[in-house]
């Protein structure tokens, strides 16, 4: 099994630029979320969801969007990158029988400009 | 909401030091608890987990956690630290049942000396 997989791994953008950050697990998990990591902040929640179809917000979900059409995917769509997005962005899903047991993905490092 | 506060932001320990890193969290409900570990320039690890039974959770690389509820505490532990344990270590929530979230603290950093 390959986990949690994320791509890109590292992307530099311009402010008002979109992209979305990858997301793929191969464990069945129907639990999965998108943190932020920035320094000495912990990882706050982003995005999260309970199944295919399903999304809820978690702290901080301004200037971000995902879908969840499979199991399998969870991409996060940033629309208009701004500086304040300049973070590094772990995936993370979870078994519904030990929910809290949380398998991250290896991080995207994102750069705004 | 529940929180998680971490009051030792960065720790500093020679080698073959007691590690006690301290970890309260916000609920009166029931809560599951852990800790995670991120070594440098990877993403986070789960390193023990506390659900219910016997409050004192032993992990990977020798290290524990004892749950105390009256003090809403879950304290990491390793009797004695070696250098590959410096990482930032999370504790982190999730209120048992019921929301799906997980609320993490802000993390320590480790750093062990040779």
């Known amino acids: 099994n390959a986990g949690v997989t994320q791509t890109p791994k590292f992307r530099i953008l311009k402010i008002g630029q979109s992209m979305t950050l990858q997301c793929t697990q191969d464990?069945?998990?129907?639990?999965m979320y998108w943190y932020r990591q920035d320094p000495g902040m912990g990882l706050k929640l982003i995005y999260y969801?309970?199944?295919?179809?399903?999304?809820d917000k978690g702290e901080v979900p301004n200037g971000y969007n995902v879908s969840r059409s499979t199991t399998e995917d969870f991409p996060l769509r940033l629309e208009l990158a701004a500086p304040s997005q300049t973070s590094v962005y772990f995936c993370a899903s979870s078994p519904q029988s030990s929910l809290g047991t949380q398998y991250f993905g290896p991080g995207t490092r994102l750069l705004v400009l | 909401a529940q929180s998680v506060s971490q009051h030792n932001h960065h720790v500093i320990l020679s080698e073959a030091a007691s590690l006690e890193l301290g970890c309260n969290y916000s609920y009166g409900g029931t809560v599951n608890l852990f800790w995670y570990v991120q070594y440098p320039g990877q993403h986070l690890q789960l390193l023990l987990k506390?659900?219910?039974?016997?409050?004192l959770v032993k992990g990977i690389k020798g290290f524990e956690a004892e749950f105390i509820k009256s003090k809403f505490s879950f304290n990491l532990r390793k009797p004695s630290v070696q250098w590959s344990d410096t990482a930032e270590y999370f504790c982190?929530?999730?209120?048992?049942?019921?929301?799906?979230?997980?609320?993490f603290g802000t993390g320590t950093k480790l750093q062990v000396i040779p």
């Open positions: 982190a929530v999730i209120i048992s049942g019921g929301y799906q979230k997980v609320t």
């Open positions: 506390y659900f219910s039974g016997d409050p």
């Open positions: 464990m069945n998990h129907n639990y």
């Open positions: 969801s309970v199944g295919a179809g399903i999304t």
